[in-house]
Structures are given as structure tokens and as C-alpha cells.
């Protein structure tokens, strides 16, 4: 597969949709469905690669322990008898990181049971530390258990320095299930025997097609709510129209008419609704407004004239007119006063002229028949104001005729137009009693005249306003299948648009991930009768499916059904690497779990090289008790790092490193160099070469490391280290500056080591025919390659 990103599938898709015969709205229609790519922020750069496993409590291991790896691509192969406790390690990556293993999933209880250990009586608990290729600060996800439960447990994340975080923070759950980088023996068979359902829709997923799908899915949703909309309508006039066939309204008679024929004639029906709202307007609307009409208020009439008529009787009691002969005495007695206060001297009247009248006593008798006559003065103006705001009050109670009078109801116009004509009446007894009379003669009558007028709008109501009222929904119903219908082509020449880009995306995208399966297969089974063709992705809905060709001898035959267990765990691996090696994952490695189970000598050969071509571009950390894949490593040549675990009473679990390139090199020149048998000639010649070999696995570890931590692909390093064909190149790579002359290296090793190294190093890149062999015996050769094999080792760390 590419190492780059696929490209946006919306662009590529908008592209090809401006190009389309779809028409302008339909275009517009596909665009509206596309949906954006989901983004996720995972708060890192680069792929993650496995640093440690650790675990305590935890399945098989008891005691605290940890698997420690290199966190770069390479193979590192962890063995161990059935029983060690390896594969606890592997389900403790998978437990930590996806929060459950794969063996338990769709399980009963039962298969749960025994995740905790029974010799370690602390609390469980199972962590993986993390980091980027070429250093960086590690990531550490713990996960502890604080229960009984599998599920009583607590995942945190850790920063060197920094607070505890969320794991999905950094590690995206819909990557781990896209890109899973676990594969077990019993997940190797789910792959085949499983639903293939899900193998589609995790290839689909990764090959970007699950855009299209949801695409679909809602377009096939739109298409089936306008399709609803269409047939609802349908149902809706068939149902409508036989309720109106059964009325003898003429209306109703004209409206089925318009529903019928193959579409209703909807402007007809407008009309129609049209009509009924004027008649509802005109005799219905003039009816309603005399149901609404309100007469005079009974009470509020026999309040007023009540007090009317107190307040008139008050007034006729102080009669108004002695109240105005009162304020004329009190003038003409205040004159007299004033003239009596203008003569002291004189007590004569003015007016009758006789004498000694306006004395002393008369003047006092004068005041207090002044003070009287304003008391009476003012009870009487009182008795008048109160008789003009009681006559006010009942004349406010008379409305003029209402405006909806004016052309209907004669009878009760006439009987307002008196009751109005009482506001002219002056004399309060008389407008007492008329207002009495007109007001519960015009109550009555608008109270009758309402009561019909409500009976005459529901009998009509009753007859014609349900089926008016079905109309109109009959109407909105029909008015909107109108508009759905060329909707309704539009979404089908769309499904059929982007079911034709999704064949033909499918099969362009499939196409590299399915040549990589088929070259994994080859790998694999080699000398297999079966081959294995084409893969596919076929079918939609529930009908989704993984189609896979296959051969026997050049005879197409069904995969599943000619496949030995071995091939069929094979093709499982097919399929599994590419998508858990996909270049958009972001995890830089692959656990797997017992994999040469089933398979034959041939076969375990073929994963060795399968596995070792994953290895130089990720971090592959396989577990396996059988011996024949690290032999298989071994006769290849192939790098790899191996690890044995071993357990004891207790639940007490120990890894130790075992072999390694370097390893292996510096036992092969022990055996050279202490067989007695072989001739010295030939343990001359061989002997450079192999110690060479020893210096060479040596100096390439830190050389990668050093090369990836310059930022350099994994790609470019393989050449760089590839091209170093001598010792003092690949020391250069490692330690110094990778332009330096050959002698400018070896300068610095002797420096850095002493002359013995020098010496050592021109002995192993030189022809032993032409370079004299360092002095003494091969077992000093041996000791000095050994020596300089661990500085070199121990100064990278």
C-alpha cells in the first residue's frame, strides 16, 4: 500500500458529479449528500510503537513483570512453552488499549473467568508504554482494577511530568477498531467463519467507501420519505373521496369531481375551498356575528335606575329652587351688613326707612340666618349634582346601534334604535322607566336572536364543515405530493449516480489492498494448489459481503470451501495485514498471537517472510510456542529480536533475552573457533567474515536508530545501511559523520576503543589473504570481536 494519506473522496466525487448528466438540481441534490470526511485529532505526530507490556494479577502472571521491546519496525518473536504466560501479555496489550479481548467477545460468562490471576493477591493491573519511532517522551496507558468485575477497572493515560489524561485523548477508539493491530489464533478463524458483513464495512471504512454508504443510506431515506408523501397523498384521496360520495351536499359532489382522474385538479379544489370561505364569509359569517352579539347587562341596567330614582327623590326633596332663593337672601342680608359696617352712626333701614332696624340684635339674627340659609344651599346644589351623575351613569349604559345591525335583523335594529333613543330622555323618572323597560325587552331579544343563530350555524356546520375541513388536508396533501414527485426522480438518478461511483471507487481503491493480500498469499502458501484471485466488496444492506476467488490447479473453485485450516488462516492474514499496515493507521505496530498454528513447514516459511517484509515498515511482536517460526527467522537471515518466557510456581514470570543477530553471530564464531576438527585454512578464511558478521548485526542497531532519529523513512535507512558495505561505513552511520574516509573512521575508533579494535576492524573488512590475522589464537580473535560487540552495544544505550 502507499505511504500517503488516501485523497479526499468528497473532492474526487464533487469532480466527478460536475461532469455527470445529472441535470443542475440533481447535482445539487448529490452535493447535499455528501457528507465531510470525519476528522480526528489524536493530539500526536507519527505512528505509535510499542515500548514495554507490563502486568501483575493479570491472567497468567502473577507477580509483576514487564516485556520489555524496541520501539521501531523490526520482528521481535516471543516464545515460550503453552502454559508460560506469553499470550497474557498479548491480551494485556489488547485489554489496556481496547478495553477487551477478542476471545471473550459474544462468549458466556464462563469464558471471563480466570482474566484474574489466583496466585497474586493484589489488584490487577496491565499497562503498555508508548512513544513516536527515534525517541520521545513515552505514553503510558494503565489500566487498574478496583473490583471483583472484569469490568471494575479505570484506564488512565501518562505523560512523563504531566497530569493523568484520557487514553482517547490520544488514541482514537474508531481507529483501534479500523486499523486494529491485534490478531489472535481465535480472532485468525473469526475473520473466515465470522460475518463477512463486518469484513466489508471494515474494508469499505478503510477504503473511504463508507462515505458513500451513508450517502446512500440517506438518499435512500429521502427517497422513501417523498415515495410516503406520494402514497400518502394517494391514500388520503381515496379515503376522502368516499366520505364526501356519501353526503348530498352539492359541494361535496363538485369536490369529488375534482379529486378524480389520474391527479386531482387542484386548482379546482382551491376554487372550491375558495367558495366556501366566501359563503362562510357572507349568510355563516353574518350568522356568527349575531351568535356573538350582547344585549344590554340586566344587573348593571337595575343598579343604575336604582339609583336614578334614589337620587331624583333626594332631589325633589330639596328642590332645587330654594336653594337659589337662599343665595339671593344671603346676598342681600351681607349688603345690609355691609351698609350697617359703612354707618356705624345710623341704625335706620335704607330700603323702608324706619328707624333703629339695623341695631346689634339685628345683626346677629342676620349672621345666623345667613349660616342657615348656606347649609340649605348646599344640600340642595348636593342633591342636584348627585341626580346629574346618577342620570349620566344610566345614559352611559346605552350603546348607539352596532354597525352589524344596520342590514340585519330588522326587528332588533328597531328595538336598539330605542333603546339608543333614551340617552335624548331629561326627566329621570321618565328616563328611569323607559331605560328599565327597553333594556329587558332588547336582552330577550338578543338573547333569542343569538340561540337561532347558533342553532342555524350548527346545523350547517354539522353537514358541510367536516368534509370541508378533509378537503383542505386532502388539498395540503395533494399540493405536497406535487412537489415530491420530481424530487422523487431526481433522488433515483442520483442512488443510480452514486452506485456507479461506488463500483467504480470500489474497485479502484480495493484494487492495491487486494494485490497486497494476493502477494501476502503467495508469500504465505507458495507452493499451495490453490491461488487465490479477486477480491471484492459486493452487495448492499444486509446482503453486504467479502467475495473472494480462488483456484485449484487453474479450476475456479468457492475459496471457503477448498481452503485446508492452514490456507484458510492464511487467507485470515492475507486480509489482516493490509488493513492493520494501512498507511492512514496510526499505530506502528502488530501484536499477534499464536499464528503457526495449522500451517505447515512450507507455510510457517512463508510467514517468516511475510512477517519479516511487515517488519521493515512496522513493528511486528508475534507469541508463539512453536519453535518452527523462529527457526524459519533464523534460516532466513531475517532480523529479529526473540524473547523467551518462562513461568514458575507462583504465577512468577520471567523474560529473558535469548537470541538476537548479534547473538547468533557471536555463537556461530565460538563454534567456528572451537572446532578442532576443521582445517586452519578454512577457519582463516571464514573466521573474518563471520566476526564481521558478529561487528556488522552490532553496529546496525544503532545505525537505524541514528538514522531515524535524523528523521530519515525507513525506506532511505534500509538503503543508507544497505550501501555501508564495509565495517568503518556502517561505524560512521552509527557514531560519526557518515562522510568520513575509512581511515578517519578507523582513527576514531582507535581512539574511542584502542588499536585492538582498529586492528580488528581493518582484519574483518580486508581479504584474510592479504591482511595478516591479529596475533594468537582464534580464541583471542573471538574474545576481542566480543569485546568490541559489547562497548559498541553498550555505548548506543
Not at 173 to 183: C, H, I, K, Q
Not at 264 to 276: E, S
Not at 365 to 379: F, S, T, V
Not at 648 to 671: I, Y
Amino acid at each position: 500500500m502507499s505511504d500517503q494519506p488516501s485523497p479526499s473522496l468528497r473532492d474526487l466525487l464533487l469532480g466527478r458529479l460536475a461532469a455527470s448528466a445529472l441535470t443542475p438540481a440533481a447535482q445539487q441534490l448529490a452535493a447535499g449528500l455528501l457528507p465531510e470526511a470525519r476528522p480526528r485529532s489524536t493530539g500526536r505526530s507519527g505512528p505509535l510503537y510499542l515500548r514495554s507490556i507490563s502486568a501483575a494479577g493479570w491472567r497468567g502472571i502473577g507477580p509483576a513483570v514487564t516485556l520489555d521491546l524496541e520501539p521501531r519496525p523490526g520482528l521481535t518473536i516471543v516464545t515460550g512453552r503453552n502454559g508460560s504466560g506469553k499470550s497474557s501479555f498479548a491480551e494485556a496489550a489488547e485489554m489496556v488499549l481496547t478495553g477487551d479481548n477478542f476471545r471473550w467477545q459474544d462468549r458466556t460468562q464462563i469464558w471471563k473467568q480466570g482474566w484474574r490471576n489466583l496466585h497474586h493477591p493484589t489488584a490487577p493491573q496491565v499497562s503498555v508504554a508508548l512513544g513516536p519511532d527515534g525517541g520521545g517522551d513515552p505514553l503510558t496507558v494503565r489500566r487498574s482494577w478496583h473490583g471483583d468485575g472484569l469490568e471494575d477497572s479505570r484506564t488512565v493515560l501518562h505523560r512523563p511530568d504531566g497530569p493523568e489524561q484520557d487514553p482517547r485523548e490520544i488514541i482514537d477508539a474508531e481507529d483501534l477498531s479500523l486499523y486494529r493491530p491485534f490478531l489472535s489464533y481465535s480472532e485468525l478463524g473469526a475473520m473466515i467463519n465470522g460475518r463477512m458483513s463486518a469484513l466489508h464495512d471494515a474494508l469499505a471504512q478503510i477504503l473511504g467507501l463508507d462515505l458513500l454508504g451513508d450517502a446512500d443510506r440517506e438518499a435512500r431515506a429521502r427517497s422513501k420519505k417523498l415515495t410516503d408523501t406520494v402514497s400518502g397523498a394517494g391514500d388520503l384521496i381515496r379515503a376522502v373521496t368516499a366520505e364526501l360520495s356519501e353526503s348530498d351536499d352539492p359541494r361535496a359532489a363538485e369536490a369529488v369531481a375534482a379529486l378524480g382522474g389520474r391527479l386531482p385538479d387542484l386548482d379546482r379544489l382551491r376554487g372550491l375551498l375558495k367558495v366556501q370561505a366566501a359563503a362562510d364569509g357572507g349568510e355563516l359569517a353574518r350568522l356568527r356575528r349575531l351568535a356573538d352579539l350582547e344585549g344590554p347587562d340586566p344587573r348593571a341596567v337595575e343598579g343604575a335606575v336604582a339609583r336614578l330614582r334614589e337620587a331624583a327623590a333626594t332631589a325633589e326633596d330639596a328642590r332645587s329652587g330654594t336653594a337659589e332663593d337662599a343665595l339671593q337672601l344671603i346676598e342681600l342680608l351681607e349688603r345690609a351688613q355691609d351698609h350697617r359696617r359703612r354707618h356705624p352712626g345710623s341704625a335706620d333701614c335704607p330700603v323702608c326707612g324706619a328707624g333703629g332696624r339695623l341695631d346689634e340684635d339685628w345683626s346677629a339674627r342676620a349672621r345666623e340666618q345667613a349660616d342657615r340659609l348656606r347649609r340649605e344651599a348646599a344640600e340642595a346644589q348636593g342633591a342636584r349634582t348627585g341626580l346629574e351623575a346618577a342620570a349620566r351613569a344610566v345614559r352611559d349604559l346605552v350603546r348607539p346601534v352596532p354597525g352589524r345591525l344596520q342590514d340585519d335583523a330588522p326587528p332588533l335594529a328597531r328595538l336598539w334604535d330605542e333603546w339608543a333613543a333614551c340617552r335624548d330622555v331629561t326627566d329621570p323618572r321618565e328616563l328611569a322607566d323607559r331605560i328599565e323597560r327597553v333594556a329587558a325587552a332588547l336582552a330577550d331579544a338578543c338573547r333569542r336572536q343569538g340561540e337561532e343563530a347558533a342553532d342555524r350555524i350548527a346545523e350547517q356546520d354539522g353537514r358541510w364543515q367536516p368534509l370541508a375541513l378533509r378537503l383542505a388536508e386532502c388539498l395540503r396533501a395533494a399540493e405536497a405530493a406535487e412537489a415530491a414527485r420530481p424530487l422523487v426522480k431526481q433522488i433515483r438518478e442520483v442512488r443510480a449516480w452514486l452506485k456507479e461511483a461506488t463500483d467504480e471507487l470500489r474497485e479502484e481503491r480495493l484494487r492495491p489492498f487486494a494485490d497486497q493480500s494476493q502477494g501476502i498469499w503467495k508469500l504465505l502458501c507458495e507452493r499451495s494448489s490453490v491461488s487465490l484471485g479477486s477480491i471484492a466488496l459486493a452487495g448492499t444492506a444486509n446482503a453486504r459481503k467479502v467475495m473472494l476467488d480462488a483456484s485449484v490447479d487453474t479450476v475456479d473453485a468457492p475459496a471457503f470451501g477448498v481452503m485446508s485450516q492452514g490456507e484458510l488462516h492464511s487467507l485470515a492474514l492475507s486480509l489482516f495485514l493490509p488493513r492493520a499496515t494501512h498507511a492512514d493507521s496510526p499505530f506502528g505496530f502488530l501484536v499477534i498471537d499464536d499464528p503457526v498454528q495449522s500451517m505447515d513447514p512450507e507455510k510457517v516459511e512463508g510467514l517468516a517472510r511475510v512477517l519479516h517484509f511487515c517488519s521493515l515498515r512496522r513493528q511486528v511482536v508475534v507469541f508463539t510456542h512453536d519453535t518452527r517460526l523462529h527457526a524459519a527467522v533464523r534460516r532466513l537471515r531475517a532480523p529479529a529480536t526473540v524473547l523467551h518466557v518462562t513461568r514458575r510456581t507462583g504465577s512468577v514470570v520471567r523474560v529473558t533475552r535469548t537470541d538476537d543477530p548479534v547473538s547468533v553471530a557471536l555463537d556461530e564464531v565460538r563454534a567456528v573457533a572451537g572446532d578442532r576438527d576443521m582445517p586452519q585454512d578454512v577457519a582463516e578464511r571464514v573466521l573474518p567474515r563471520m566476526c564481521r558478521g558478529a561487528l556488522e548485526a552490532a553496529y546496525l542497531e544503532p545505525a537505524r536508530r541514528r538514522l531515524r532519529a535524523d528523521g530519515h523513512g525507513h525506506d532511505e535507512v534500509e538503503a543508507r545501511v544497505a550501501g555501508a558495505y564495509a565495517l568503518t561505513g556502517l561505524a560512521a552511520l552509527a557514531f560519526y559523520d557518515a562522510g568520513m574516509a575509512p581511515a578517519e573512521v578507523l582513527a576514531a575508533v582507535a581512539r574511542d576503543h584502542g588499536p585492538w579494535a582498529r586492528t580488528l576492524i581493518e582484519w574483518c573488512d580486508a581479504d584474510a589473504d592479504r591482511v595478516p590475522a591479529p596475533s594468537g589464537d582464534p580464541a583471542d580473535l573471538v574474545r576481542d570481536t566480543e569485546r568490541l560487540v559489547g562497548e559498541v552495544r553498550g555505548r548506543r544505550r
